[in-house]
């Protein structure tokens, strides 16, 4: 459900890096703090607003939607049998605004710009043995495997959907897991090669 960057000129992408992860920080503790209904459809409807500020594409933010609405129902459904309406509505709003959240940091902020941030940030720890570098790829890999393995599942989705079992988990679950496991091998191999693993 993490989309990969979309360049743009809006205010929101010429928002230096660390005001947007300390901004998405604050909105993710504020999130799992508030327990209002209320207060949490506040803090989605200021999210939704940033998206109206950056002007993304609906081609890009559509997908995340329909996957984060997708994510929503079911987990609506679960909580509302376990813990009841209003505790259900809580954990979505929850959920959903953490996500698009995070989605809009992504699609607004170049991956190697929050990479040399995060290595910036965790330069005065290299006195105790941590490596800016190897932090900075750590975070650089996550994000784009996160890109990467929500691009495998819609082609594999949309292959499934072509040959009538979109309603299989096994049509889907098979070779969303090949293809995984073959992007690992490639990206571990890549890293060798560059000699990843000997530091």
């Given at each position: 459900m993490i989309s990969a960057h979309e360049p743009g000129t809006s205010m929101v992408h010429r928002?230096?890096?660390?005001?947007?992860?300390?901004?998405?920080?604050?909105?993710?503790?504020?999130?799992?703090?508030?327990g209002s209904p209320l207060w949490l459809g506040v803090l989605c409807g200021v999210v939704l607003f940033g998206y109206a500020l950056a002007r993304i594409p609906a081609r890009r933010w559509l997908r995340t939607a329909r996957a984060l609405l997708m994510l929503a129902g079911f987990v609506f459904a679960l909580q509302w049998w376990l813990l009841g309406a209003q505790a259900a509505l809580v954990v979505c709003l929850r959920l959903v605004t953490a996500l698009a959240a995070a989605n809009l940091v992504t699609l607004t902020t170049p991956v190697d710009d929050v990479v040399s941030a995060v290595e910036r940030w965790v330069r005065?720890?290299?006195?105790?043995?941590?490596?800016?570098?190897?932090?900075?790829?750590?975070?650089?890999?996550?994000?784009?495997?996160?890109?990467?393995l929500s691009g495998i599942a819609g082609e594999v989705r949309e292959a499934a959907k072509a040959r009538g079992a979109e309603r299989s988990v096994t049509a889907f679950a098979v070779p969303f897991l090949v293809r995984t496991l073959r992007h690992a091998d490639e990206l571990g191999e890549a890293l060798a090669a560059r000699g990843a693993a000997d530091r």
């Open positions: 928002t230096p890096v660390g005001a947007k992860l300390l901004a998405l920080f604050v909105l993710a503790a504020a999130v799992f703090v508030l005065p720890l290299r006195r105790f043995g941590v490596r800016p570098e190897s932090v900075g790829l750590l975070v650089g890999l996550t994000m784009q495997a996160v890109a990467t």
